[in-house]
């Protein structure tokens, strides 16, 4: 069965099953996997963070409170932190813009606040497609740990 994972959530899955997201283009798509349990998450966060917005109720929106709530998850269902290892695609730049404002570089801003907040939780980034200028289906095989990348136009590539 493949779990899904809507823009702007966050879910988890075990072996056998996958968990995919669809549309990311500036969004980041983080998959976070412990091998041990055969347990994966996934997270398709918009905006890399939400203390900048007043009117934040869907945490998963946001890459800190979304990372934070999908660990929280993972603890629930018997995940250890220090067995988790992530893997990371998408936050691309969609659009070109004459300037370099903050919307212009959402893609970029998303993937390294993953990083900082990765790198907070102590949770390795073994892999990553993110950047350039499409969007990408990222699909996650817990039964072998493949994060399998989909463009429009692209090969199909796993990470």
Not at 71 to 88: F, I, S, Y
């Amino acid at each position: 069965m493949s779990v899904r994972v809507g823009m702007g959530d966050y879910n988890i899955c075990k072996a056998p099953d996958s968990i995919v997201t669809l549309g990311l283009g500036s969004c980041v798509g983080v998959v976070l996997y412990d091998k041990t349990t055969n347990t994966a998450g996934m997270l398709h966060a918009m905006l890399p963070d939400s203390t900048r917005i007043r009117n934040n109720q869907n945490r998963a929106k946001f890459v800190d409170t979304g990372l934070e709530d999908l660990l929280k998850l993972m603890d629930r269902h018997g995940v250890k932190r220090e067995n988790l290892v992530a893997k990371m695609a998408g936050g691309a730049k969609m659009f070109a813009f004459a300037d370099n404002t903050e919307i212009s570089d959402i893609g970029k801003r998303n993937v390294l606040s993953a990083k900082i907040h990765l790198r907070k939780y102590g949770i390795p980034l073994i892999a990553e497609d993110t950047g350039l200028n499409y969007g990408r289906t990222i699909e996650f095989y817990t039964t072998d740990s493949r994060l399998e990348i989909r463009a429009v136009g692209k090969e199909i590539t796993s990470i």
